[in-house]
């Protein structure tokens, strides 16, 4: 990718981890809402995704973007994330299919699909169980976050039909810098970490592809969540695994 990658959300968990891995590979335009706190030596552009003018401005130039804004928390009311989640993605995409962006990477969640685990769990946190979700499966978001999330994965579905712009969804586990969640089933089994998470969105700005959905894990021994479709469309690698720690 020659041309700018747009970031957004990049002052957030997600994008620091991607910068602190491949922050020097690529020429980076970051946006967030909130001011970057320590110096990124990037351009840096303080702008909220629902504002069109802003994004139309902050798109010139750019050849790929990762679409990380957003409310992240499971628990978000629905005036947060239609606003930010769904309205934001949606001003976010307008703005890449008119500047002829080639590249869309959109952070989803393992949100969008929880309640396969209801009648499953907690078998199917366990190594043992052999049940896998691959990306090919309808959303079951467990909680309107979830519902927003799997909304932003339709959008990209039709941005990309409509426009023919390249779209891969991730749908991130759970991001833990460090070590995987202690004394937490669900989070070990869903755990990506920051290298490999850096090396994934690496994965997303240099392989070709048409419309996908993958699984944003490690390659943790625990897993309900297929890491193969990643592997074959993204040709990603990860190095880490859950089992590797003590709980
Ligand atoms: N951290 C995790 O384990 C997971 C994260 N995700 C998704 O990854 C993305 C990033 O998550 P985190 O880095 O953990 O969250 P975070 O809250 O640390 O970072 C999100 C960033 O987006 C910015 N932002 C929020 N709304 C915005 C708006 N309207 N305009 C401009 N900037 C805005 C915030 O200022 C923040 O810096 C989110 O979309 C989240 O849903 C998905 C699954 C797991
Ligand atoms: O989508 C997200 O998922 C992770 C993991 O979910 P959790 O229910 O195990 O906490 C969450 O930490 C993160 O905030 C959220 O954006």
Same mark, same amino acid.
């Given at each position: 990718?020659?041309?700018?990658?747009?970031?957004?959300?990049a002052s957030?968990?997600?994008?620091r981890?991607?910068? &602190?891995?491949?922050?020097?590979d690529y020429?980076?335009?970051?946006l967030?809402?909130? @001011?970057?706190?320590?110096d990124l %030596?990037?351009?840096?552009?303080?702008?909220?995704i629902?504002d069109?003018?802003?994004?139309?401005?902050?798109?010139?130039? =750019?050849?790929?973007v990762?679409?990380?804004?957003?409310?992240?928390?499971p628990?978000a009311?629905?005036?947060?994330?239609?606003? $930010? $989640?769904?309205d934001?993605?949606?001003?976010?995409f307008e703005?890449?299919?008119?500047?002829?962006?080639?590249?869309f &990477?959109?952070?989803s969640?393992?949100h969008?699909?929880?309640h396969y685990?209801?009648?499953r769990r907690p078998?199917?946190?366990?190594v043992?169980?052999?049940?896998r979700?691959?990306?090919?499966e309808?959303?079951? @978001?467990?909680n309107l976050y979830?519902?927003?999330?799997?909304?932003g994965e339709?959008?990209?579905?039709?941005y990309h039909?409509?426009?023919?712009?390249?779209v891969?969804?991730?749908?991130i586990?759970n991001l833990?810098k460090?070590?995987p969640?202690?004394g937490?089933?669900r989070g070990?089994a869903?755990?990506l970490s920051h290298r490999?998470c850096a090396?994934?969105?690496?994965?997303?700005?240099q392989a070709?592809?048409?419309y996908?959905t993958? *699984?944003?894990i490690?390659? $943790? %021994?625990?897993?309900?969540?297929s890491?193969?479709?990643a592997?074959? =469309?993204?040709? *990603?690698? @990860?190095?880490?695994?859950s089992a590797e720690y003590e709980d």
């Open positions: 990718m020659d041309d700018q990658v747009l970031l957004t959300g957030g968990r997600v994008g981890a991607i910068l &602190a891995g491949i922050g020097d020429e980076w335009r970051l967030d809402r909130e @001011p970057p706190v320590e %030596d990037h351009e840096f552009v303080v702008a909220d629902t069109e003018t802003a994004i139309r401005e902050a798109m010139t130039g =750019v050849g790929a990762i679409h990380l804004a957003g409310d992240p928390r628990d009311p629905w005036d947060s994330v239609l606003t $930010n $989640n769904i934001g993605t949606r001003t976010v703005a890449a299919v008119d500047a002829g962006v080639e590249k &990477a959109f952070a969640s393992n969008a699909v929880k685990e209801t009648e078998d199917l946190y366990r043992s169980d052999e049940f979700l691959d990306g090919t309808q959303p079951r @978001p467990g979830g519902v927003s999330k799997a909304t339709i959008l990209g579905r039709y039909d409509e426009y023919g712009i390249s891969v969804n991730v749908r586990g833990t460090g070590h969640p202690r937490y089933e070990q869903m755990w490999d090396h994934l969105f690496d994965r997303t700005l070709e592809y048409d996908e993958v *699984y944003g490690s390659d $943790n %021994d625990r897993k309900y969540y890491i193969e479709r592997r074959e =469309v993204l040709g *990603y690698d @990860p190095q880490d695994n």
